[in-house]
């Protein structure tokens, strides 16, 4: 549900409980079950395993421990993250390595305003979330009473939807409609607030079979004429691309794409919510694109241009690009756009998505279709089976594997790197030892052959992690996009290990992130939950710091985070502070020791921390400033 289309239950929640229409209402009751008399806690918990939940990331206090009480008595597995965050970050996880909604919970006030990150997360990335808090008993909302926030209201901005239930009765159909809203359409987090005094009562549920919620329409589809047009313009086209984002995933359309892009022959470039979406290691892919990405989708979306010294040079194109740009399940965010009008200038713009109000809202389209992505796709493809495209776009390829030749990702050791404080206080004697960031990244690919999951937190390891191991498989690259929250990688990893125990699952963070949830090492242990970390660790907010150095002549504000005191030894000691909490951690300083550690790490079937400690001086490459264009990309070392 879009924020124009969004509405709130609290009104609902006080009308009279008749919803829907009457011949709804009738088919609803007809598959309802009604069960014995409980409690509101017992109800909620039923309501969830009915929801075929397996596992809820709960944190308790006042306001929720009658459902932590009543979890006690499910199969459903409750895992005691160490700090409510941690937690929502965790369910998130869960949600993007699964496609099923996460489930969070936790007491009111203090616990749940620890939610709100996790909850914005989902929210920008479109991530299936459903947030369960206790509330203050009925009688106390509105007085200040202790632990009282306004959760719902805390969080409207950043729902797909929210209930606070004021009623008994409606536990069941809220709790199934709120699992409804999270998956269907486009994905998003739902909030449940539930009053103390009505986790306490009793009263005999009536379990709905069905949802209907007027005027929700999660699925809408494209009309055969609209993509009769699509058709069209590929065959006028010379130069098309493929811009497709996390809808591809959401919507479960890789397999419609993959037939789409082998039937077209049209180049790819996904968004970093869309790696994996369509295989990196195709041909046809030309990697994630925008501030970070490869300068190769930077140029085939936007055309090649001289690099220009200053801002307010004119631009100088070397060699178009697209004409056609089919915009699939993405938003036109800022971070892949840059300038936003300069963005694509000379091509024509399909844009496909599920949500009506991403249509025109930061880029427009010449051709706007509203619809379900994998419908859209699938139907494309049933017409260029019966009619197949003439088109084979061989200059296009052609220039596309130059671009690709002339700037790959990469990386050197340069003589800034060289020069820096790292060598002199680390490796001096023995610098051809240095181990860059990228490095790191790139021998994981090598050793997991390329099917782990990865997490990551925020910063420049997030965007080496993203340039440095290519994804195969949707669901692949489970990262904090829309939102950037440092602190997401490990707990995200742990929720994504509990779906997938069989899978390897690798936070690559960076020592800020890290820090940020460091407690969840414990539920880690205690919960037997396998998920590794490499950090990437450069004793800065390394992301920060680029910028500094880019814009504000490397002046520091606040951006190292080792010990000024004593810059020789790495601080914190990471090494120490795995040890109490019984985690296993190695710190690794030179390349020589680097393989032998990843595998160790890769071996053990507990949780493990790899502290690789690198050089600051690196920036992410490419780079185009924020709001600025391709004509001011830097892409070379
Ligand atoms: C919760 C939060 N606070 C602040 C920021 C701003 N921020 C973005 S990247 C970054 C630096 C991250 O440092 P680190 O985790 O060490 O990663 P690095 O860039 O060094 O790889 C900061 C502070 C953020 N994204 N999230
Ligand atoms: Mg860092």
Known sequence: MNKTTATTDKKAAFAPKAFGTAAQRKLATKRAEVGPAMSGSEILVACLEREGVDTIFAYPGGASMEIHQALTRSKIRTILPRHEQGGAFAAGGYARATGRAGVCMATSGPGATNLVSGIADAYMDSIPLVSITGQVPQAMIGKGAFQETDFFGMTLPVVKHSYLITDINDIPRIVKEAFYLAQTGRPGPVVIDLPKNIQQAKAQPVFPGEVNIRGYNPCPKANDLELNEIVGLIEKSERPVLYVGGGIISGNASEELREFVEATGIPVTSTIMGCGAFPETHPLSLRWLGMHGSAAANWAVNGEYEHRKTFNDPMKM????ADLLLAFGVRFDDRVTGKV????????????????????????????????????????????????????????HEQIDAWKKKAPFGYRV??????????????????????????????????????????????????????YYKYKFPRQLLTSAGLGAMGFGYPAALGAKVAFPDKQVVDIDGDGSFLMNIQELATAHIEKIAAKV???????????????????????????????????????????VCQSFNVKCERVMFKKDLRAAIQRMLDANEPYV????????????????????????????
């Not at 249509?359 to 859209?376: F, G, R, T």
């Open 414 to 467: 340069t003589d800034e790197v060289m020069k820096s404080q790292h060598m002199r206080d680390h490796l001096q004697g023995k610098e051809s030892e240095v181990i860059l960031p990228q490095m790191a990244v790139e021998m994981l690919y090598e050793l997991t052959k390329g099917d782990a999951i990865l997490t990551t937190g925020v910063g420049q390891h997030q965007m080496w992690a993203a340039q």
């Open 341 to 396: 009008d300069e963005f694509c200038k000379r091509g024509t713009i399909v844009h496909i998505d599920i949500d009506p109000s991403e249509i025109n809202k930061n880029k427009p389209a010449n051709l706007p279709i509203v619809s379900d992505v994998k419908y859209a796709i699938g139907r494309l493809n049933a017409m260029l089976r019966q009619r197949s495209l003439e088109k084979k776009f061989t200059k296009w």
């Open 610 to 637: 790899l502290d690789v400690i690198v050089p600051y001086t690196e920036h992410v490459l490419p780079f185009i400033p924020a709001n600025k264009t391709v004509a001011d990309m830097i892409w070379k070392a």
């Open 318 to 321: 070397i060699a178009p690009g």
């Open 534 to 576: 490499i950090i990437l660790n450069n004793q800065h907010l390394g992301m920060v710091m680029q910028w500094e150095d880019k814009f504000f002549g490397g002046n520091r504000g606040n951006t190292y985070l080792g010990d000024p005191d004593n810059r020789k030894e790495i601080y914190p000691n990471y090494v120490a």
